[in-house]
């Protein structure tokens, strides 16, 4: 690799909702790239198992409650040194036409998809402004840019996770953090299975995405490590779709 730009030794990164999915394969990519990779989730069992298939530490915490998530970064940097990485990854769905959607379905995905991203991001950001440097990223989606029926508030969330990506990097790039987003398209992972399973939505993906086919989750690593790296020092503020080329095509 040019100058090393790409390589990750010596970094630590912190990837939220790591236990499977693009969490895990993000935080798979970045331990491939060198990095010493910190696993989270709220399932401590499930979280321990994936820890230990990686190789990696493990730091259980809810990303959904504030005061957890600063007592969780504050007590790692004190025992172990700085986070010098974050994904902001955890993430859910729910589906259902809008006029009947649950309002307490509603408040799970503000908590899950956009809270935690505030609650995190700023517990890390603490650390990282005070040594001048550090790399958050957090995950979008294609609906950060489009909308599908069922699936409104979702997409309202992801709206949110592209714009407060955008924030950060306007508060912080001062202190030398730089705060970018990726957007995956659709991907198979187990947040959709049930779209995966439905032949007939798979059959309308294939036509309507330009490459003509489900992402696969080690596609998004190129992306992490870019933003993660060296390579992307004067990158902020940036949401970067990895989607097949769906968002550029009608």
Same mark, same amino acid.
């Not at 870019?226 to 503020?237: I, Y």
């Given at each position: ?18 236990? @499977? ?10 331990? !491939?790239?060198?990095? $010493? =990779? ?13 820890? !230990? ?11 959904? /409650? ?10 790692? $940097?004190?025992? %172990? ?5 974050? =994904?902001? *990854? ?12 649950? $309002?307490?379905?509603? @408040?799970?995905?503000?908590?899950? *998809? ?5 609650? #995190?991001? @700023?517990? =890390?950001?603490? %650390? ?20 599908? +029926?069922?699936?409104? +508030? ?16 306007? /508060?912080?790039?001062? %202190?030398?953090? @730089? #705060? ?38 080690? !596609? ?9 790296? !060296? ?6 503020? %940036? ?12």
């Amino acid at each position: 690799m040019p100058n090393g730009l790409f390589d990750l030794t010596g970094r630590r990164a912190l990837v939220t909702g790591s236990s @499977q999915g693009i969490g895990q394969a993000l935080a798979r990519g970045l331990a !491939e790239a060198g990095a $010493e =990779v910190v696993l989270n989730g709220r399932d401590a069992e499930k979280l321990a198992a994936a820890a !230990e298939a990686l190789g990696a530490r493990s730091l259980a915490f809810d990303v959904t /409650d504030y005061d957890a998530a600063r007592t969780a970064v504050d007590a790692f $940097e004190a025992a %172990h040194g700085a986070i010098d990485i974050l =994904v902001n *990854n955890a993430g859910m769905q729910y589906r259902a036409p809008l006029e009947d959607f649950p $309002e307490e379905a509603f @408040q799970r995905l503000l908590q899950t *998809n956009i809270a935690s991203v505030f609650n #995190v991001g @700023q517990a =890390v950001a603490r %650390h990282m402004i005070g040594r001048g440097r550090g790399k958050i990223i957090n995950i979008a989606s294609v609906q950060t840019a489009l909308a599908r +029926p069922s699936i409104a +508030p979702y997409t309202a969330t992801k709206g949110a996770v592209g714009n407060l990506t955008k924030g950060m990097a306007t /508060d912080w790039a001062k %202190h030398g953090l @730089q #705060v970018n987003a990726i957007a995956p398209g659709y991907f198979d992972t187990p947040l959709n299975a049930a779209l995966v399973a439905d032949p007939a939505f798979s059959a309308w993906l294939e036509k309507r995405t330009p490459a003509g086919r489900w992402g696969r989750v080690e !596609e998004l690593v190129g992306a992490c490590v870019f933003l993660a790296s !060296e390579a992307s020092s004067f990158v902020n503020g %940036h949401v970067l779709y990895v989607d097949g080329g769906i968002t550029a095509s009608l």
